[in-house]
């Protein structure tokens, strides 16, 4: 069951990942409420989050837009390179 994960583990899991690969990408999601995207501080990249969503994982995040936490299961979440975040940031 992927909800006996918490975001704890799923955190470590993957920035244990991202510092092995070396990547500067994070993980956004759009907010189910809002319809705004996401960006988190998790950071992975797109083998991790391949393997995520093959595993079925969901998610815990916290939504700035609604002032909550979100479940999002990792289909729906994307990689977004880091670089991206400027113009994001901007909205
Ligand atoms: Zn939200």
């Known amino acids: 069951m992927a909800s006996c994960l ?7 899991m993957v920035t244990v990942a991202s510092v092995e690969a070396r990547m500067s ?16 501080a ?10 995520m969503q093959a595993s079925k994982l ?3 995040v916290w939504c700035p837009h609604c002032m909550a936490g979100h479940q999002i299961s990792a289909d729906a979440a994307q990689v977004q390179d880091s670089r991206r975040l400027a113009s994001l940031t901007a909205d």
């Open 42 to 51: 998790i950071q992975t990249d797109n083998v991790t989050l391949m393997r």
């Open 25 to 40: 990408s994070v993980v956004a999601y759009r907010c189910p409420n809002t319809d705004n995207e996401v960006v988190t």
């Open 6 to 12: 918490d975001n704890h583990t799923i955190h470590r």
């Open 58 to 60: 969901a998610i815990w």
